[in-house]
């Protein structure tokens, strides 16, 4: 059964650090790299990092040196350290494999607000 269960957001001021969880099946994360992506109102969902099993790491240009993705492949789990963050990191974000498109399961998402 596929999974995909995010945590970890929240409102912050702008400046502020959140970190996101992923916690999904197997089936995703066993064999993949997985990655972390973000979708603002009225916008197209973006990749913001990805990350391989063995631990290499990919970012959108714009987000390098602000954001990091781990993972624990023991727990099925990713991870996003958000700092520094702006108005317009204000987003939805999600993880999935990397390369997943809109025909793949989704999982609902956490909501991150940065805002005064």
């Known amino acids: 059964q596929v999974q995909l269960v995010e945590s970890g957001g929240g409102l912050v001021q702008p400046g502020g650090s959140l970190r996101l969880s992923c916690a999904g099946s197997?089936?995703?994360?066993?064999?993949?790299?997985v990655a972390w992506y973000r979708q603002a109102p009225g916008k197209e969902r973006d990749m913001v990092a990805t990350?391989?099993?063995?631990?290499?790491?990919n970012y959108a240009s714009s987000l390098k040196g602000r954001f990091a993705i781990s993972r624990d492949n023991a727990k099925n789990t990713v991870y996003l350290q958000m700092n520094g963050l702006k108005p317009e990191d204000t987003a939805v974000y999600y993880c999935?494999?990397?390369?997943?498109?809109?025909?793949?399961?989704w999982g609902q998402g956490t909501q991150v607000t940065v805002s005064k």
């Open positions: 999935n494999k990397d390369g997943a498109t809109t025909l793949d399961y």
């Open positions: 197997r089936s995703i994360f066993s064999s993949n790299a």
């Open positions: 990350i391989t099993r063995s631990g290499g790491t």
